[in-house]
């Protein structure tokens, strides 16, 4: 299917979270040892491509985003020759490989922020990174207000009386993007990945790389939680100057062979912003995290897929859609609110009111039949097939997440939706690590776990895993579907229904009411049982028609 087209145009990707995918090794990390295990079951699945979070060496300060040497494979994981032999073996099961890629910060322990609080104040050294006097008497004072996402100060001061910039974690340097060295490794370490066989990269912070030269204070902030959605002139947020830089990497990825591609993580403020990044000669796809901070609410849902579709179709780009990723609140458990909260952009998601998770569930199995219905490609965080709940109650003991401590323990941080998969059996590890060296894993797991393994939910026609594997498959043998357009069918509010020709049907019902689905000739998916005809609150079907 979909020879004509480039892959990535109508790609499912898999996103592996390394640390808790599958240990190899029996230390209770997962690394690229069970990584390899686990092909088959991914084959099985039907993705086309995983995207891999980062397995550079790395101090592990924000579990591997801060990179110390972007040509090494972290211990942890194993080494550049497993990553090969990865990457191969990936490709014999049909199945293409994305790593990370970080390029707007390193690891403090980074030889060349190493070199640069070596060389002191001054020195060519420290003109890779952003080192800066301070304000105020004696300069005691950060030289701008700017905030690190982890919380507090995105400065912090060294003993010889300098500031060095981190939009994250104190051990996440800022690197200088006015600097031709930063510019050359960078190029330099896409083709040391890309001659080693890697289909593409996902592109760390890619709207956080350039930074107002004049490193001036915050703009004050812009209400925009109602009424039209305004951009904001950010002094280090989505600047226009980012875009020079992703020109030049699309020459470096043009000149391999195949179809080498990017997905940007750019958090932008308007879907125009973000259709900047995927402008031809840019870079080719780009998260919409607009699609995953919608609530449960068949007009929100449509307005975000109109406005992707609109903006994206502009210049040529397709859509991409995401429900979860490593970074956000696992959705069965968003949507396991009976109102499911407003997400203000630009902060963490705040959950309101009761979990029910048979509600969840019901919610995040109809949103995957919108996803995968959708025109474009879609990424699936590990788990989501196997419909995991957030883990919204690990002691804060195991807490790792370095927005635990950096937000002075007032937010529990990610570690919740990076809880190691169950793979098998009825106890912790749950098949996570080899069943001779059965390891306790680096975030505990629930204890009910079993329920939700691979191996439990295998065979089960009504298990989440079971409608992922039929979807994917349906989707893969249905020239409608992938890339493509859409159009709307008349419903009432609360339900949305689309047509992908030729002869496709997605319905979903976000109503309180049954609906009648359409005219069709047969029910090809459906989230739950479909009765006389009606598609119950909560549910969504394929319909061939
Ligand atoms: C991205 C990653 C996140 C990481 C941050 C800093 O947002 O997805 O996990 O903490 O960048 O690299």
């Excluded at 109508?10 to 040892?33: H, P, T």
């Excluded at 701008?144 to 104190?170: I, K, M, Q």
């Excluded at 049954?514 to 739950?528: E, Q, V, W």
């Amino acid at each position: 299917m979909h020879s004509t087209t480039p892959w990535w145009r109508s790609a499912v990707i898999y996103q592996v979270y390394i640390r808790s995918f599958a240990d190899g090794n029996g230390d209770g990390v997962g690394d690229i040892a069970g990584l390899r295990s686990r092909l088959p079951y991914l084959e099985q699945l039907g993705v086309d491509a995983l995207w891999i979070n980062p397995w550079y060496k790395s101090p592990m300060a924000d579990g591997g985003y801060d990179v110390a040497d972007f040509r090494e494979v972290d211990p942890l994981f194993g080494t550049v020759t497993d990553a090969e032999q990865l990457i191969a073996e990936a490709h014999r099961h049909g199945i293409r490989i994305i790593p990370d890629i970080v390029p707007n910060h390193t690891s403090d322990q980074h030889t060349w922020f190493q070199a640069a609080l070596a060389a002191g104040p001054g020195s060519p050294e420290r003109e890779r990174y952003i080192f800066r006097p301070g304000r105020g008497p004696d300069g005691a004072e950060p030289p701008n207000d700017w905030v690190s996402c982890f919380g507090g100060p995105a400065w912090t001061r060294l003993p010889d009386g300098e500031w060095y910039l981190h939009l994250y974690a104190p051990e996440q340097p800022d690197l200088n993007w006015q600097h031709p060295d930063v510019h050359a490794d960078f190029e330099s370490i896409l083709r040391f990945w890309f001659s080693r066989g890697v289909d593409g990269f996902r592109i760390d912070v890619a709207h956080g790389l350039v930074k107002d030269p004049e490193l001036p204070d915050l703009p004050p902030l812009l209400d925009s939680a109602d009424g039209p959605r305004h951009h904001i002139q950010h002094p280090h947020w989505d600047r226009d100057e980012v875009h020079a830089i992703y020109r030049t990497w699309r020459k470096v990825a043009d000149e391999f062979e195949g179809d080498r591609c990017f997905v940007a993580e750019a958090w932008a403020d308007t879907p125009e912003r973000l259709a900047a990044y995927v402008r031809p000669g840019g870079l080719h796809t780009a998260f919409n995290f607009d699609f995953l901070m919608a609530s449960w609410d068949a007009k929100d849902l449509r307005a975000v897929i109109d406005d992707s579709l609109a903006m994206l179709h502009a210049v040529g780009a397709p859509a991409t859609w995401v429900l979860s990723n490593h970074d956000v609140m696992r959705h069965t458990s968003r949507y396991a609110r009976k109102t499911v909260a407003r997400w203000v952009p630009n902060e963490r998601y705040q959950p309101e009111g009761n979990v029910d998770l048979e509600l969840g569930t019901r919610r995040a199995r109809a949103a995957a039949l919108l996803m995968l219905a959708l025109p474009g490609g879609a990424y699936l965080y590990q788990g989501d097939e196997l419909g995991l709940p957030e883990v919204e109650d690990l002691p804060e003991s195991v807490l790792q997440d370095p927005i635990w401590e950096r937000s002075g323990h007032t937010d529990h941080g990610r570690d919740g939706c990076r809880v190691p998969l169950p793979w098998s059996g009825q106890s912790a590890p749950f098949g996570f690590s080899p069943e001779n060296a059965p390891a306790e894993p680096w975030l505990p797991q629930p204890a009910n776990w079993g329920e939700r393994s691979v191996e439990a939910q295998t065979g089960d026609e009504s298990s989440m895993l079971e409608l992922y594997r039929t979807a994917l498959r349906i989707r893969r043998e249905n020239p409608a579907l992938g890339d493509g357009t859409m159009t709307w069918l008349d419903a009432p509010s609360g339900v949305l229904s689309f047509r992908r020709d030729p002869g496709f049907v997605c319905v979903v019902n976000l109503s309180t009411e049954p609906y009648r689905l359409p005219d069709h000739t047969s029910i090809l998916l459906a989230s739950g049982p479909v009765t006389s005809g009606l598609l119950a609150p909560h549910q969504a079907a394929w319909l061939a028609a």
